[in-house]
């Protein structure tokens, strides 16, 4: 079993940065890609970012490419979301998700294990 925790989120003026971070165990941590995803209130889990096992490869959402970084550390068992030039519109709460299978993938369906969230706010 795999266990995920996101942490970081909180309340930002727009233009602002954030970093969030999201530690999983359970397996090796650099045998699985990695992903964030998005929910907005009344909107469906969007797709943010994702990296590969090695953190060679990564690959963004239209609307935060240019302004976000996903990395990943795998001495420590955990990746990152570096959030810089933050809009009201990123107001979410924030999903990271492991996948075993290794896929970087920007579909929900790939990801296998998924944390419980954090709250990003980001005010006008």
């Known amino acids: 079993q795999v266990r995920v925790m996101e942490s970081g989120g909180g309340l930002v003026q727009a233009g602002g940065s954030l970093i969030l971070s999201c530690a999983a165990s359970?397996?090796?941590?650099?045998?699985?890609?990695m992903g964030w995803f998005r929910q907005a209130p009344g909107k469906e889990r969007e797709f943010v970012a994702t990296?590969?096992?090695?953190?060679?490869?990564?690959y963004y959402g239209d609307s935060v490419r240019d302004r976000f970084t996903i990395s990943r550390d795998n001495a420590k068992n955990t990746v990152y979301l570096q959030m810089n030039s933050l809009k009201p519109e990123d107001t979410a709460v924030y999903y990271c998700?492991?996948?075993?299978?290794?896929?970087?993938?920007?579909?929900?369906?790939?990801?296998?294990?998924w944390g419980q969230g954090t709250q990003v706010t980001v005010s006008s």
């Open positions: 359970g397996r090796t941590f650099s045998s699985y890609s």
């Open positions: 998700a492991a996948d075993p299978d290794g896929y970087v993938s920007r579909y929900q369906a790939h990801y296998e294990y």
């Open positions: 990296i590969s096992r090695s953190g060679i490869n990564s």
